[in-house]
């Protein structure tokens, strides 16, 4: 490597780290992005092999509209490329629901074009009395309208919480909120903030949701870091940072198995949890910034599962099942943690060729399916969770099950070993790092910043809201702000 001295060293190329590592080079700040696997991307991993071309784990980005990666790629001044493959007017069916009310024999099933804001679909799907229907437009417009200011009033307090105070603790529209705080935040209704659930659905009505881009998200990622390299980024894979090097509170640089390198700057987008007990250390920072950090709670992961079919048989782009007893809340997460699986199973599924003709090769098709579990990459029910996961496929979708081709299983043993080390119990396969957990989001998330200077964090865990791509992007903006006065301060100094 020709260089050892760099501004600023950016670790991982997930969407925290590579928007983060791509802003600070454009603006002149001489940047080493490092990743420790071949391939990039992190969780925003994109498949492209064999002639398929898809997201190794299913995701929708919310907001679709005035997403961090627009703001991002206009200031790269590539915003033509922006291009995602789902606009919040898109007028085609692209959506599939399958809900099941707990005294109904059989799962209803319907397709519409996607957003939220008319209910006159969910009324028919989830079998409303006009009663319900009051009491759910009630709800949803007090959720639609809620000022900022309200809603930063929610971090500690669960989405559960909110509801039950406006006497929903059952029915249609509870039981949707808790497929979707399992399928949009990885979380249960009872651990969610409603600050950030209130946030994202508020996205999802106004801006669009479900979001995709042709290619998978790499498509993100590829932009990016093809502009980063453009303008004199250095970028190594295959790198794993060992250490994080910090003398007197103060970063100094990082070692790895390629050699040392120096910056005054460390940007790690490798985990809270990860940076401070494992890369850096404990013994470099004060004992309860050590013990606030041992707190905070691991988010939850989702399991996957990729159906490649030998025709086309989905006709629409997302696929979302659930009935009154699948989604998990805690007291059901702890059964199925103790090997009582719900009869029934939440999913939450992508169909890429409806997004991109190129997704899979002629006359094939590929499926990636998930739902939520534990984030614990030792979990011993995972197993379980993927037999139940396609018993229900087969239930809801029989069409597929002759067009199976083969199949794959994804865990959080393997979200932890393509992503994030596991260092505390539980920790490794997060979805969405700390994810949208009351107490430790809005106001309440870690800052970037650190105690010791010159590290930040960037990504999922620390200084954004929103929903998990999403919220990466946010952070590598706000940290890219952040570093450039760090450096603009430090060069005073001197
Ligand atoms: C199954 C699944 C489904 C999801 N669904 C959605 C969805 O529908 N919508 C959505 O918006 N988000 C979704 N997410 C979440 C989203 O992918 C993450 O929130 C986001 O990618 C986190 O970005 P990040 O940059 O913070 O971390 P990561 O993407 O985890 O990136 C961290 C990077 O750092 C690298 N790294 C770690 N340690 C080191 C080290 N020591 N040295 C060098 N490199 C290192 C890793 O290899 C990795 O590339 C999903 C995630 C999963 C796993």
Redesign the pocket.
Known sequence: MKEQNYDVIV???????ASCATLLQKRGIRTLL????EVL????YSVDSDGYAYDL??????PIRGNAFEDIFAELGVSDEYVPALDIDDQREMITMAYRRKEWPEYRVLSQKQGLTDPTPFFELWGATPEECEQIMAVMVEIMTLPPEERAKLDDVTMDEWLAARQVRSGPLYSYLGFQANA?L?EPIDLVAASEMILILQQMMIQGGGGQYKGGFALLTNVMLREFEKNGGTLVKG???EKILVDNGAVQGVTTAKGAFRAPVVVS???IH?TVLK?VGPEHFDKSYVNYVKRLVPGW??T?IRYFLDKPVMKTGIYAVWSDESWLNLERFKQVKAGKLPDEITLFMVNHSFFDENAAPPGKQVLVS?TVCSSNPEAGEIEAVWEKMDQQMKKLFPEIWDAIERREYTGPRE?SQ????SVVTAGGGE???LAQIVGQCGAMKPKSETPVRGLYL????AGAEG??????GLSGIRVTHMVEQYLDKLTKAL
């Open positions: 670790i991982g190329t997930g969407p925290g780290g490092l990743e420790k696997n991307g992190g969780k925003m784990f299913p995701h929708g980005q919310v949009s990885a790198c794993r940072v987008s490798a985990g990860p890369l992961a989702f996957s998930g979200i393509l992503t994030r080390d979805c969405v790092g960037s990504g999922a865990d929903m998990g791509t999403h919220q990466s």
